[in-house]
């Protein structure tokens, strides 16, 4: 009897080796998915820091266009430079294209034109990093773009 109460005693204070797999195993599923959290969140964080600069290009670029005697380039495209910018935006290209609104919209009945200034990241001159969608007065003669 005094052995199976030293066994009982025994097996209750300490850690079996399948208890301790089974606890490295959960602590290890855990630190995997904060390792994956982790490198998502910085993924984010480097997407959001990139669509917060295109959008600060952006507003750059419309403001340097509206204090410019010239209209709004409706279709073009280039590099961001100085002045447009408050400083040269290397790599950094921007493009604007005009479409007119859906036949029958509110919109066409104003009779307005509406253009996208799309912001392109370096090395990436397909995925824009920011849009703007503008509304302006259709050009003079009815012609568009």
């Known amino acids: 009897m005094i052995r199976s109460k030293r066994f009982s005693r025994r097996s209750a204070k300490a850690m079996t080796l399948v208890e301790a797999a089974v606890a490295t195993a959960i602590l290890g599923s855990l630190l995997s998915g904060l390792v994956v959290a982790s490198g998502n969140l910085t993924r984010q964080s480097r997407q959001a820091e990139l669509t917060a600069r295109a959008c600060g290009i952006a507003e750059q670029l419309l403001s340097a266009w509206r204090l410019a005697d010239e209209p709004l380039p409706r279709s073009a495209s280039g590099p961001v430079l ?18 007119r609104p859906e036949a029958g919209s509110d919109l066409a009945r104003l009779k307005c034109e509406i253009v996208m200034l799309e912001i392109f990241p370096p090395g990436d001159p397909a995925s824009p990093a920011c849009a ?12 568009g773009h």
């Open 82 to 99: 100085a002045p447009a910018a408050a400083i040269d935006q290397p790599g950094w290209t921007w493009r604007t294209s005009a479409r």
């Open 132 to 143: 703007v969608e503008l509304l302006l007065p259709a050009p003079a003669g009815g012609e």
